[in-house]
């Protein structure tokens, strides 16, 4: 009995000195996990890093150097330094329970507090007063969120307190812990819910709101370079879309081409983009009004630039099906708006010249497409047999698509071409 109760005093003296550490330290923007047999190792280079640092700043007249600093006894548990938090996997479990006792614990106090509250003529002391529960509350539910992420009770919590103080302060705290939790978990589900939850509650009132919503787009595109194909993240940054002006939006466009072409397997950055230019088509009038430095106005260019940079990525990276996705909905928006007969005619006479002109033009081009794949040769860089099936895909999604089954010339002109490439990606060798 002794020894659980023992261990259960361990366990809470490690929650105080985590909470102490994230309460001393509000900048800490990344959190790990650390096997004990990695905490040698980086205990030493801090003695080597701090010896130096206190021979530059602690000489003292004399020229004896103050060793303070490695006096002081090694934290086997904990390990803090440039803003970054470690954790030794040693003591996870615990940890856990003890965050997760001291929090149900005051929660329910708090409830308790808040219920007695209403009633007239009860005084309550001051340790348990709504107030100081709630500091205890924020306190611990910070650190059991950073040991368990999806603890959706502590995320409520969390969302009650903050929006009874209706502080903007609190908000940006809020903003720093779930970006703390995506460091080690750039899928949580729920950290990101809460940053939509944050975001929502201050895009009234918030001045700089605009500069928020930028660093928001950043962090993903962040995250999404350490945490490949992350739906979650791509998703965050689709939905806060609905909170940019046309100018930003145009200024993502154009900033996520270049990310883009580096991760062409990656179709959730294509999918961004063409959320964006949904986005633009939806506010046709706003887009051609603005004339700001850097940004193309004109929609029918913005399309036919996607258009001929997709054209490039296709031809730079064979056989990658996220491009040949990407160019179906680009086609099917300049089909849709520019060349039939249901678009806005007011469009039809500006930039949709030259080979995207009308719909027999099109199609050519995109048929010329189809052709250039012949001349490649299938060998372990060049995915010939993939490049194939995709674009034959294409060439009859097309036809079904858009072509009437009245239109016997175009019909006769798709289907043996496309029909070569099927027979080439199902027979690559050519028997």
Same mark, same amino acid.
């Given at each position: 009995?002794?020894?659980?109760?023992?261990?259960?005093?361990?366990?809470?003296?490690?929650?105080?000195?985590?909470?102490?550490?994230?309460?001393?330290?509000?900048?800490?923007?990344?959190?790990?996990?650390?096997?004990?047999?990695?905490?040698?190792?980086?205990?030493?280079?801090?003695?080597?890093?701090?010896?130096?640092?206190?021979?530059?700043?602690?000489?003292?007249?004399?020229?004896?150097?103050?060793?303070?600093?490695?006096?002081?006894?090694?934290?086997?548990?904990?390990?803090?330094?440039?803003?970054?938090?470690?954790?030794?996997?040693?003591?996870?479990?615990?940890?856990?329970?003890?965050?997760?006792?001291?929090?149900?614990?005051?929660?329910?106090?708090?409830?308790?507090?808040?219920?007695?509250?209403?009633?007239?003529?009860?005084?309550?002391?001051?340790?348990?007063?709504?107030?100081?529960?709630?500091?205890?509350?924020?306190?611990?539910?910070?650190?059991?969120?950073?040991?368990?992420?999806?603890?959706?009770?502590?995320?409520?919590?969390?969302?009650?307190?903050?929006?009874?103080?209706?502080?903007?302060?609190?908000?940006?705290?809020?903003?720093?812990?779930?970006?703390?939790?995506?460091?080690?978990?750039?899928?949580?589900?729920?950290?990101?819910?809460? #940053? +939509?939850?944050?975001?929502?509650? %201050?895009?009234? $009132?918030? !001045?700089?709101?605009? =500069? *928020?919503?930028?660093?928001?787009?950043?962090?993903?595109?962040?995250?999404?370079?350490?945490?490949?194909?992350?739906?979650?993240?791509?998703?965050?940054?689709?939905?806060?879309?609905?909170?940019?002006?046309?100018?930003?939006?145009?200024?993502?466009?154009?900033?996520?081409?270049?990310?883009?072409?580096?991760?062409?397997?990656?179709?959730?950055?294509?999918?961004? #983009? +063409?959320?964006?230019?949904?986005? %633009?088509?939806? $506010?046709? !009038?706003?887009?051609? =009004? *603005?004339?700001?430095?850097?940004?193309?106005?004109?929609?029918?260019?913005?399309?036919?630039?996607?258009?001929?940079?997709?054209?490039?990525?296709?031809?730079?990276?064979?056989?990658?099906?996220?491009?040949?996705?990407?160019?179906?909905?680009?086609?099917?928006?300049?089909?849709?708006?520019?060349?039939?007969?249901?678009?806005?005619?007011?469009?039809?006479?500006?930039?949709?010249?030259?080979?995207?002109?009308?719909?027999?033009?099109?199609?050519?081009?995109?048929?010329?497409?189809?052709?250039?794949?012949?001349?490649?040769?299938?060998?372990?860089?060049?995915?010939?047999?993939?490049?194939?099936?995709?674009?034959?895909?294409?060439?009859?999604?097309?036809?079904?698509?858009?072509?009437?089954?009245?239109?016997?010339?175009?019909?006769?002109?798709?289907?043996?071409?496309?029909?070569?490439?099927?027979?080439?990606?199902?027979?690559?060798?050519?028997?």
């Amino acid at each position: 009995m002794s020894e659980e109760s023992d261990s259960k005093v361990e366990a809470m003296d490690l929650l105080h000195q985590l909470e102490d550490i994230l309460e001393s330290d509000a900048l800490i923007d990344e959190l790990g996990f650390i096997h004990p047999s990695q905490f040698a190792l980086l205990n030493e280079e801090s003695d080597i890093s701090s010896n130096l640092s206190d021979e530059a700043i602690h000489q003292s007249a004399d020229g004896v150097v103050s060793f303070e600093e490695s006096s002081k006894p090694k934290n086997l548990y904990f390990w803090n330094r440039d803003h970054k938090l470690g954790i030794s996997t040693h003591v996870l479990l615990q940890l856990y329970r003890a965050a997760k006792h001291a929090f149900m614990t005051t929660f329910k106090q708090y409830r308790m507090c808040d219920n007695q509250s209403d009633k007239v003529g009860i005084c309550l002391p001051a340790s348990f007063s709504c107030d100081h529960l709630e500091s205890i509350l924020l306190r611990h539910s910070k650190s059991l969120l950073l040991l368990s992420c999806d603890f959706l009770t502590a995320w409520n919590c969390r969302k009650l307190i903050v929006s009874k103080k209706k502080q903007l302060s609190m908000l940006v705290d809020e903003l720093l812990l779930s970006e703390l939790v995506l460091s080690y978990s750039p899928k949580s589900e729920q950290a990101w819910n809460h #940053r +939509r939850w944050v975001i929502k509650s %201050i895009s009234a $009132n918030c !001045s700089n709101f605009k =500069e *928020i919503l930028g660093k928001e787009s950043e962090l993903v595109e962040k995250i999404a370079e350490r945490s490949k194909m992350n739906y979650r993240a791509w998703s965050h940054r689709c939905w806060l879309i609905s909170y940019m002006t046309i100018e930003q939006v145009l200024y993502e466009l154009k900033k996520s081409r270049s990310w883009a072409a580096l991760h062409v397997a990656d179709n959730c950055c294509f999918h961004y #983009r +063409r959320q964006l230019l949904l986005k %633009i088509m939806e $506010n046709r !009038s706003c887009v051609e =009004e *603005i004339v700001s430095c850097g940004h193309n106005a004109d929609i029918v260019q913005v399309l036919k630039d996607e258009l001929d940079w997709n054209e490039t990525l296709i031809k730079r990276y064979v056989g990658r099906e996220s491009l040949w996705l990407h160019r179906r909905f680009l086609s099917t928006c300049w089909i849709n708006n520019f060349l039939l007969d249901s678009g806005d005619a007011s469009y039809h006479s500006k930039e949709a010249n030259g080979r995207y002109h009308d719909f027999g033009t099109f199609l050519q081009n995109e048929l010329c497409l189809l052709h250039s794949y012949s001349t490649f040769v299938d060998d372990d860089y060049v995915d010939v047999q993939a490049q194939a099936a995709y674009s034959a895909s294409y060439i009859l999604w097309l036809k079904v698509r858009f072509l009437p089954s009245e239109d016997v010339d175009r019909h006769n002109a798709v289907e043996p071409v496309a029909g070569f490439f099927e027979k080439k990606s199902e027979n690559p060798e050519g028997n």
